[in-house]
């Protein structure tokens, strides 16, 4: 899942978007209410965190473009101003929830996934799955067969990726992008090794491999045709 932070405080933002990355979300990071703003207007994200107070663009006003453009993302507003009026107005423009700063971040965190629960569609966006094996996003659960099958963040992360994009093939660099967020040379082994623990997890104990190498190319999970029933 995709997750977007506008915050001015550059520590702050920084800590966050590590913190959120080791939890397995893909995270941009605008330290500013202009560039946020247009991220915000023009790319998909799964869920908002706003600094209210920016030097720009604040995040009130964000948040009211937003919805203006009839954009229903969720958004959690961040701010040292605890007074009832800020809230307030924040809640009355459509914030769906409200963190005081400082706070810790396992509250972040438990507060990002409860609003990821609460404005996922149904079935569609709570869980995805590939013949037996299940993914519970919420949860960042994997199971095979309804058997659990325990993943490190990365692992899901990568495994999330491929689901969502079943039957295509996913060469290296687009793994490494959006699963590390950074760029690796091609020729690095990082995506090898991680797909051969991920495989070690979720294929080798199963007659039915989903894993497929696609030779030169990359990565791709779905049912293999001729084990199509
Ligand atoms: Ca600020």
Do not use: C
């Amino acid at each position: 899942m995709k997750l977007l932070i506008v915050e001015d405080e550059i520590k702050t933002g920084e800590y966050l978007k590590q913190g959120l990355n080791e939890a397995g979300f893909v995270v941009d990071l605008s330290h500013n209410g202009l560039d946020g703003h247009h991220l915000a207007m023009t790319e998909r994200y799964d869920l908002l965190i706003l600094d209210v107070m920016l030097p720009d663009v604040d995040g009130w006003r964000i948040l009211q473009s937003l919805r203006e453009a009839g954009k229903e993302v969720p958004v959690l507003f961040l701010t040292a101003r605890d007074s009832i009026d800020d809230r307030v107005k924040g809640l009355e423009l459509g914030a769906d929830d409200y963190l005081v700063k400082p706070f810790v971040f396992a509250e972040l965190l438990a507060r990002v996934r409860t609003l990821l629960r609460r404005s996922a569609t149904p079935a569609t966006e709570l869980s995805l799955s590939v013949a037996d094996l299940a993914l519970d996003l919420a949860r960042h659960r994997a199971s095979r067969g309804g058997r659990r099958i325990h993943l490190t963040t990365k692992e899901f992360a990568l495994l999330e990726l491929l689901v969502r994009r079943q039957g295509e093939v996913l060469p290296r660099s687009l793994i490494a992008s959006q699963v590390w967020d950074m760029n690796f040379d091609s020729d690095t082994n990082v995506i090898d090794v991680a797909i051969r623990r991920l495989r070690g997890k979720i294929d080798d104990n199963y007659d039915l491999k989903l894993i497929q190498t696609i030779r030169g190319m990359g990565y791709m999970i779905d049912v293999p045709e001729e084990q199509i029933d």
